[in-house]
């Protein structure tokens, strides 16, 4: 109970930051897409971290130890530090766009936006469901197996992934296209981020090295 608590007040921070990001610079609250991206967000967040909470609240935990100070290694902490500064950066962008109608983007394609990012956000928690030990972090635990069934068996990174079709949902979503470039320099961070925790996993975590020869693919299926 007490780290389903924690998670519940970091919730309520996180989101009130998200509402900063996305209202100020629309200049505004009325702004329906910015208010059905906050709720879609948030519902697709909750409802699995309350399932973690009742029946692992150790995944929960690992998951909460997230940010550029939970990483041990130097380049994680970079790129981890640099994807927040961009998610960021990508918000209020399209905030700005929406607010100076740079882009013309129809409902239809917000609503599309939107779904994008409850599908992208819902692999990256689906996956702390199937693996315990994914956490936000680069870490080895002691007791800690390779998983390659479910996600794990169509790509080696399923929670960036998700992350990669969540990015891409974020700007229209909010009314934007012009923020869709930004995507580019955040798949760079990724690639940076996944190439140095393989070579963690493949020093410390038996059994890594024959999985990679099981999955191919580190994020999209033939692709890469």
Request: aromatic share 12%.
């Given at each position: 109970?007490?780290?389903?608590?924690?998670?519940?007040?970091?919730?309520?921070?996180?989101?009130?930051?998200?509402?900063i990001l996305?209202?100020?610079?629309?200049?505004?609250?009325?702004?329906?897409?910015?208010?059905?991206?906050?709720?879609?967000?948030?519902?697709?967040?909750?409802?699995?971290?309350?399932?973690?909470?009742?029946?692992?609240?150790?995944?929960?935990?690992?998951?909460?130890?997230?940010?550029?100070?939970?990483?041990?290694?130097?380049?994680?902490?970079?790129?981890?530090?640099?994807?927040?500064?961009?998610?960021?950066?990508?918000?209020?962008?399209?905030?700005?766009?929406?607010?100076?109608?740079?882009?013309?983007?129809?409902?239809?394609?917000?609503?599309?936006?939107?779904?994008?990012?409850?599908?992208?956000?819902?692999?990256?928690?689906?996956?702390?469901?199937?693996?315990?030990?994914?956490?936000?972090?680069?870490?080895?635990?002691?007791?800690?197996?390779?998983?390659?069934?479910?996600?794990?068996?169509?790509?080696?990174?399923?929670?960036?992934?998700?992350?990669?079709?969540?990015?891409i949902g974020?700007?229209?979503?909010?009314?934007?296209?012009?923020?869709?470039?930004?995507?580019?320099?955040?798949?760079?961070?990724?690639?940076?981020?996944?190439?140095?925790?393989?070579?963690?996993?493949?020093?410390?975590?038996?059994?890594?090295?024959?999985?990679?020869?099981?999955?191919?693919?580190?994020?999209?299926?033939?692709?890469?």
């Amino acid at each position: 109970m007490k780290i389903g608590l924690q998670a519940a007040m970091s919730s309520v921070v996180g989101f009130a930051a998200f509402a900063i990001l996305v209202f100020a610079p629309a200049g505004t609250f009325d702004y329906w897409r910015g208010w059905a991206f906050i709720a879609v967000f948030a519902a697709v967040s909750i409802l699995p971290s309350i399932y973690l909470a009742v029946h692992d609240p150790a995944a929960l935990r690992r998951r909460m130890q997230a940010g550029p100070r939970a990483e041990t290694r130097p380049v994680q902490k970079f790129a981890s530090a640099m994807a927040f500064l961009l998610i960021a950066v990508m918000i209020v962008a399209s905030a700005l766009d929406y607010r100076f109608g740079w882009s013309a983007v129809p409902t239809a394609v917000s609503v599309l936006g939107n779904a994008l990012v409850a599908t992208g956000l819902g692999i990256a928690m689906l996956v702390v469901i199937q693996n315990s030990y994914a956490a936000a972090n680069i870490q080895v635990e002691a007791g800690q197996t390779v998983v390659s069934t479910g996600l794990y068996g169509l790509v080696r990174h399923p929670m960036y992934a998700g992350n990669v079709i969540m990015m891409i949902g974020v700007p229209p979503a909010l009314g934007s296209y012009w923020a869709l470039l930004l995507i580019f320099p955040g798949l760079v961070l990724l690639d940076v981020r996944i190439l140095d925790e393989e070579k963690l996993l493949r020093a410390e975590l038996d059994g890594y090295d024959e999985y990679i020869q099981k999955v191919r693919y580190r994020l999209v299926p033939y692709v890469w």
